[in-house]
Every structure is written in structure tokens, then in C-alpha cells.
């Protein structure tokens, strides 16, 4: 049974036109991560919640905001889509998080940009 | 930045033993050392995690020397489906759990 479910798998947006990604855990897991991967490339960190915490990587463009409202969920927003934002949107999460615990993956949700 | 460094690329054949290094100088006492598996258009898979000394499960080994500093993941015989790319990760020395991946290896298997 999928533990980390992304939905939807695949989304297609209009330049500029506001898209969320969701992201849900059956795990209880404290921490929860967003990462983003284009091709070819490692996944890049671009925030994670410790709890009700929100960490942001400083690198990340304020085009992108996250929301969790309880610990079973997130929201990736990206409010105005550019070419440049079509990637694989990866969520994890991990029960603890300070010592590098195991990371649980969902299967992403690849995004393109028209 | 990622604290780890892998070699971007191997090649091995199959039925080989193949192991890859990582660097991760600046590990923290209490971090774990975690490797994943991933495969073109889907999320990183977990292979193995230690902490020192050996680990093997039914996958993979896991070498950690005495020092921490490095580690390296043993796959026994690959096959052409080990063919991915992997990543070994460690802790960012924060508080609240911060991961980041470094560039990882890509594996190429060759008949």
C-alpha cells in the first residue's frame, strides 16, 4: 500500500496560471519535504516542515509556497508557473528527521508548463 | 551545498560486483549514512542505511570505515535493472531534519 501518495501524476498547466501539488502521508512522519528534479539532474531541496515548522531553502523563489495544514498533509503551490518550473515534483517525508532518518518517497508529479 | 561526494558515472557488466564511494567529510557524530536507487521518472527508492561498521540486507552491503568519513555501497552480481542512478545522503547538521542530494552516480550495467 503506497505510503506517500503525490496527486495528480501528471500536471499540465498555461504559463502563469496558479497549480497545486498534493502530497499525503499515511505514516504519521514528522518531517515532510518538497523537492523539485529536472532532467538529469539531483533532486533540489526547496522546503520541508519539521512538524508545524516550515524550513525554506534560500534558493527557492518566492513563486513557491507550501501549506500543511496537519500532519497527514501538504500543498505545494506554485503561483505563477514559468517555462522554467516544468520538473518532477517529489514529496517525502521521514519520522524524525534531525540524524538523516530514512526518507520515504511518493511517486511525484511531473509537471509541464505550456 | 550537499555534504557528500560521489564519481558522477560508473560503468560495470553484468554479474559483476560493484561498489560505490562516498565522501562525507563533515558528517555528524549522530547522522545516519542513507543510499537510494532511482530510476528515470520516478522518486528515489531506499536501498540500505547505516550508522558504522557493516550493514547488509538482502540488496546491498554497506561499508562505513571507523572514521565516518566516507562510506561505499556494495551491490553484488548487478544486473541490467541496476542500472539507475544512486545517491548517498547524510545528515545537514540542522534540527529539523534538512536533506539534500548531491549529484549521485549513474550506474550503467552493460550485458
Known amino acids: 500500500d503506497a505510503m506517500v501518495i503525490q496527486n495528480p501524476r501528471y500536471q499540465v498547466t498555461q504559463f502563469g496560471k496558479p497549480v497545486t501539488l498534493s502530497c499525503s502521508q499515511t505514516?504519521?512522519?514528522?518531517?515532510m519535504y518538497w523537492y523539485q528534479q529536472k532532467s538529469s539532474q539531483a533532486p533540489k531541496l526547496l522546503f520541508h516542515?519539521?512538524?508545524?515548522?516550515?524550513?525554506n531553502e534560500a534558493d527557492t523563489p518566492d513563486n513557491f509556497q507550501s501549506r500543511r495544514p496537519n500532519t497527514s498533509f501538504c500543498f505545494l503551490d506554485i503561483r505563477s508557473p514559468g517555462l522554467g518550473d516544468a520538473a518532477m515534483y517529489l514529496c517525502a517525508t521521514s519520522r524524525e528527521g534531525p540524524k538523516g532518518e530514512k526518507l520515504f518517497f511518493g511517486s511525484g508529479t511531473q509537471l509541464s508548463v505550456l | 551545498l550537499a555534504k557528500t561526494t560521489q564519481p558522477i558515472s560508473m560503468d560495470s557488466y553484468e554479474g559483476q560486483e560493484v561498489n560505490i564511494t562516498c565522501s562525507h567529510n563533515n558528517i555528524a557524530t549522530n547522522d545516519y549514512i542513507t543510499w537510494y536507487q532511482q530510476f528515470p521518472s520516478q522518486g528515489p527508492r531506499f536501498i540500505i542505511q547505516?550508522?558504522?561498521t557493516k550493514v547488509t540486507n538482502e540488496v546491498a552491503s554497506l561499508f562505513i570505515p571507523a572514521d565516518r568519513k566516507s562510506s561505499t555501497l556494495s551491490l553484488p552480481r548487478v544486473s541490467l535493472s541496476d542500472t539507475a542512478v544512486y545517491y548517498c545522503?547524510?545528515?545537514?547538521?540542522?534540527?529539523?531534519?534538512?536533506?539534500?542530494f548531491g549529484q549521485g552516480t549513474t550506474l550503467q550495467v552493460k550485458p
Open positions: 545522503l547524510v545528515g545537514e547538521g540542522s534540527n529539523t531534519g534538512k536533506l539534500i
Open positions: 505514516l504519521n512522519h514528522n518531517v
Open positions: 547505516g550508522y558504522k
Open positions: 516542515y519539521y512538524d508545524k515548522d516550515f524550513n
